[in-house]
């Protein structure tokens, strides 16, 4: 399950720098009407309106898989805390330390408080 997770992630990282990369690499609104006058764009790759398609809807698929992943990751993160609350013998353990210190020290016990060690002595000390 730890593999998976991982995969996941590294998959959500990198279609997060495709984002960040496209984003950057597309032209803003601005830019259409310097194309219009034969700035360029003419002699592009795509042609003159290919570029923005194919850069829009690449951005497109790279924010569709990192919203999955999110949502996978989230789920996956859900799942792995429901295992660890429904453990409850490690939760009960410092209550039983804390009654049995308590006890030993023979103050009163207070349920979810948390006692000082008790103090060395004095001749355990000299030793």
């Given at each position: 399950?730890?593999?998976?997770?991982?995969?996941?992630?590294?998959?959500?990282?990198?279609?997060?720098?495709?984002?960040?990369g496209?984003?950057?690499?597309q032209?803003?609104?601005?830019?259409?009407?310097?194309?219009s006058?034969?700035?360029?764009?003419s002699?592009?790759?795509?042609?003159?309106?290919?570029?923005?398609?194919?850069?829009?809807?690449?951005?497109?698929?790279?924010?569709?898989?990192?919203?999955?992943?999110?949502?996978?990751?989230?789920?996956?993160?859900?799942?792995?805390?429901?295992?660890?609350?429904?453990?409850?013998?490690?939760?009960?353990?410092?209550?039983?330390?804390?009654?049995?210190?308590?006890?030993?020290?023979?103050?009163?016990?207070?349920?979810?408080?948390?006692?000082?060690?008790?103090?060395?002595?004095?001749?355990?000390?000299?030793?």
């Amino acid at each position: 399950m730890q593999f998976f997770a991982n995969l996941v992630l590294i998959v959500q990282l990198l279609s997060a720098l495709a984002i960040i990369g496209l984003v950057l690499v597309q032209h803003g609104k601005g830019a259409d009407m310097g194309a219009s006058f034969g700035s360029g764009a003419s002699g592009s790759l795509f042609g003159a309106t290919g570029s923005a398609n194919f850069l829009s809807r690449s951005t497109a698929v790279a924010a569709t898989l990192f919203f999955g992943c999110t949502l996978g990751l989230a789920f996956l993160a859900n799942g792995r805390s429901a295992v660890s609350a429904g453990d409850t013998a490690l939760d009960r353990a410092p209550i039983a330390a804390t009654a049995a210190s308590a006890a030993a020290s023979g103050a009163a016990a207070i349920p979810g408080a948390v006692l000082a060690p008790a103090p060395v002595a004095a001749s355990a000390a000299s030793e």
